[in-house]
């Protein structure tokens, strides 16, 4: 016999799943059930786990490129690679609006410099 954490009554133990504290019926309520039913469980790609980090890095870059202007044009430079981490996690995720604005930089910054 064991005590559930959610109703407080003693029940035999094949009412428990191995190791939990809340025995089977309270855990499946119409509501969790609904909940589950809801949530779809996925884990992230390894490419997808990479461009995160990428992303991270370079959204760092963009931050400091508008401070970097007025030296020498070292922000534009930075936009440029800030842009390019940026691009696989927006592409990954299939953030359009973000992928147009990165390619914008690219372009926009690009010709800044090239031009
Ligand atoms: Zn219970």
């Known amino acids: ?3 559930c954490n959610i109703c407080n009554q003693p029940k035999p133990n094949f009412r ?3 190791g939990k504290k ?3 019926s309270c ?3 119409w509501y969790n059930s609904l909940l589950r039913w809801m949530v779809k469980e996925r884990k992230l790609t390894p490419a997808e786990r990479l461009g995160n980090r990428l992303g991270y890095m370079g959204s760092a870059f963009i931050m400091s ?3 970097l202007l007025p030296y020498d044009n070292i922000g534009a430079y930075t936009y440029l690679v800030g842009a390019i981490l940026s691009l696989p996690q927006v592409w990954l995720a299939k953030q ?3 992928v147009i604005i990165n390619f914008n930089l690219l ?3 690009g010709l800044y410099l090239f031009a």
Request: proline letters at 5%; aromatic letters at 20%.
């Open 65 to 67: 490129s508008p401070y």
């Open 27 to 29: 855990e499946r309520t």
């Open 107 to 109: 372009i926009g910054y």
């Open 96 to 98: 359009w609006n973000l």
């Open 22 to 24: 809340t025995c089977k």
């Open 16 to 18: 428990f799943k191995k």
């Open 1 to 3: 016999m064991k005590k």
